[in-house]
């Protein structure tokens, strides 16, 4: 009840551009070749990682119904929501957690204009999207070529 719209606004700009951020612990980070989510499972324990850089490129808050609020976030990769909020929550005197997060855009992939929808799930509206898909990710720098299991054929994924 003490967090005002205001209050929320102004902390939001500490969160904007380069900063520093510290990773959650249930994240897909490695310690010795196994995720640290999967040490943290099996009761084992884990030390933070060191807070490294990221970039926000534009943090606004889109609703703000105490003690829910909704944001917009765009940001560079490495970027973790669920630290962005807690940390938020922090420097408000208080705690925040996410309670939904979607991701509406991945390198040139948009959920508007890339999702297909529940009643295309047709074998040839999801070959035609992957024609389309494949046409966006050859663009790409950033790929690998994996080996498929019939010759000749291959497989980009993008990171």
């Known amino acids: 009840d003490q967090v ?5 606004e102004n902390v939001l ?5 380069d900063i520093m951020q510290v990773p959650p612990l249930y ?3 490695k310690k010795d070749g196994e995720r640290l989510s999967t040490l943290m499972k099996r009761g084992e324990a884990v030390e933070s990682k060191p807070a490294r850089p990221v970039r926000v490129y534009s943090l606004s808050l889109q609703q703000f119904q105490p003690p829910l609020f909704t944001l917009d ?11 962005l909020v807690n940390d938020i929550g922090k420097e408000l005197s208080t705690c925040a957690s996410v309670q939904e ?3 509406t855009k991945q390198g040139p992939f948009t959920l508007e204009e890339h999702a ?3 009643d295309k799930w047709t074998i040839d509206e999801i070959a035609q999207s992957l024609e389309h898909c494949t046409a966006l990710l050859l663009g790409e720098p950033a790929r690998k070529k994996l080996k498929t299991e019939h010759p000749g054929e291959t497989a980009v994924i993008c990171e």
């Open 4 to 8: 005002t719209k205001g209050d929320l």
């Open 13 to 17: 700009q500490k969160f904007t551009g």
């Open 27 to 29: 994240s897909a980070l």
């Open 73 to 83: 976030v765009e940001c560079g990769g490495g970027f973790y929501v669920r630290s």
């Open 101 to 103: 997060l979607t991701r």
């Open 116 to 118: 297909l929808h529940e």
